[in-house]
């Protein structure tokens, strides 16, 4: 089975020929799309949001311990709002998202316009977000210069 067709414009499913992101009602990819996506704004952005806001406590509640605590403080708290925007940004784009076949597709009208919207802003988002984390979890791991070695 060939891999699924990217979400562009203009682009057609190579398994069932229908135009993106519609697919016909046997098309192996038709969830495929959403189902991932279900998963990064349901699943995992609350998740490392909720990573980012516990670390955020751990940081205030040991400052002296960090060599840079403001920078990571700013790095954790971007972080968290960046993860949080994406798991609004989920729910707005599973509110636009056209879950029609192409086959159904003359029966609805479609807001792909702000699905797309919503999709970018989501995934930028998450993006980012994941990027600040990572950046505010090396900026914790350097310790104090004058922390004196045991």
Excluded at 39 to 46: D, E, L, S
Excluded at 63 to 85: C, D, H, M, N, Q
Excluded at 129 to 141: E, N, R, Y
Aim: proline share 5%.
């Amino acid at each position: 089975m060939a891999a699924a067709a990217a979400f562009e414009d203009g682009q057609f499913c190579s398994a069932c020929g229908a135009e993106l992101p519609l697919h016909s009602a046997r098309c192996p990819y038709r969830h495929s799309l959403s189902d991932s996506f279900d998963a990064m704004a349901g699943v995992a952005a609350p998740l490392l949001a909720g990573f980012s806001i516990a670390f955020i406590g751990l940081v205030i509640g040991s400052v002296k311990e960090f060599r840079w605590p403001g920078l990571t403080l700013l790095s954790l708290t971007v972080s968290a709002l960046l993860l949080i925007t994406a798991v609004q940004g989920g729910f707005w784009a599973r509110h636009y998202r056209p879950d029609v076949s192409a086959d159904e597709s003359s029966e609805w009208t479609l807001s792909l316009p702000e699905f797309r919207r919503w999709l970018k802003v989501t995934r930028w988002s998450y993006n980012s977000g994941i990027a600040l984390l990572l950046l505010g979890l090396a900026l914790a791991i350097f310790p104090r210069r004058d922390r004196k070695s045991t």
